[in-house]
């Protein structure tokens, strides 16, 4: 259900579409991985996913897309590097990309924005910009320098990011360990009512709405496609401990709204299927 302070974030208003979608990497080279990975080594990591990844709470600020942008840099920390506890900070991806979006007051941000912010600049860890507590709509950081922030970020970032909107080629790029799919969606009543499961993209539009869509379910429809595993910044009241699993149909059908924006995002420079085998490795960048 919705919290009664919500306030929606993406700002599908503003987004440059066209923009982000020529800079997305070839389709076609995500969906030539199909089959050369192995399905059951993404449920080890997807287990590692729900487990590690933060289930935020935006509160009444329009933050949601600091929450998934951040969301998603540390989800792609977890497939490159096996670093489990790091988190990054919310407060920073939010400010940093309303101000490549030109955005002024809390109003939101774009999903194209934060494309720009994780591949040129990066996040920094949570504790030079903690999330505002109360919240509040906070500009700078509170005990460290802007500068302080960017030049911790650097380590952080990812290299590229491809149009996930089909079912087939967000399922290919999650199950051969890419990275996740950030994405932004206007919701209908069907996303955002009760039940851990979103079956159908149905009802009237009530929002626009920046959330993760993080791995594969072990859920499954009647024809053995897995549902896909999103992470909401609505508090652990939400869906399933702050989680939700989006079926195939749903995803199908809220794809065909050439307003929703599903990009998925990597730290790897070319699609190549990888294992994922609990060793930590250095962070690249």
Request: glycine share 10%.
């Amino acid at each position: 259900m919705i919290p009664q302070n919500i306030k929606w974030g993406w700002r599908h208003d503003v987004e440059n579409t066209d923009r982000l979608m020529n800079g997305c990497s070839p389709e076609n080279h995500v969906r030539a991985m199909r089959g050369n990975y192995d399905g059951d080594d993404h449920q080890k990591l997807a287990d590692i996913l729900r487990a590690d990844l933060r289930v935020q709470n935006q509160g009444s600020q329009g933050s949601c897309r600091g929450n998934s942008g951040s969301s998603a840099l540390e989800a792609s920390l977890i497939i490159s590097g096996g670093d489990t506890a790091l988190q990054l900070s919310a407060q920073f991806f939010y400010i940093e990309c309303q101000k490549i979006d030109g955005i002024r007051g809390d109003h939101g941000a774009t999903v194209e924005g934060g494309i720009q912010l994780m591949e040129d600049v990066g996040c920094p860890p949570e504790e030079l910009w903690l999330y505002p507590n109360p919240v509040k709509y906070e500009t700078s950081p509170p005990q460290h320098s802007l500068a302080e922030c960017k030049e911790a970020a650097t380590r952080y970032r990812t290299r590229k990011h491809y149009d996930c909107r089909s079912y087939e080629t967000a399922r290919t790029f999650l199950e051969s360990n890419q990275g996740p799919i950030d994405s932004g969606i206007l919701w209908t009543e069907s996303m955002a009512g009760p039940g851990e499961t979103i079956e159908s993209y149905s009802g009237g539009i009530i929002g626009a709405h920046a959330t993760l869509l993080a791995c594969l379910s072990t859920r499954k429809d009647k024809d053995g496609r897995p549902y896909i595993d999103l992470l909401n910044s609505w508090g652990k009241e939400f869906g399933r401990k702050g989680w939700k699993s989006v079926s195939p149909t749903a995803w199908n059908q809220f794809s065909r709204n050439p307003q929703n924006i599903l990009i998925g995002v990597s730290d790897m420079e070319n699609p190549t299927p990888r294992p994922w085998d609990f060793v930590k490795r250095p962070v690249t960048h």
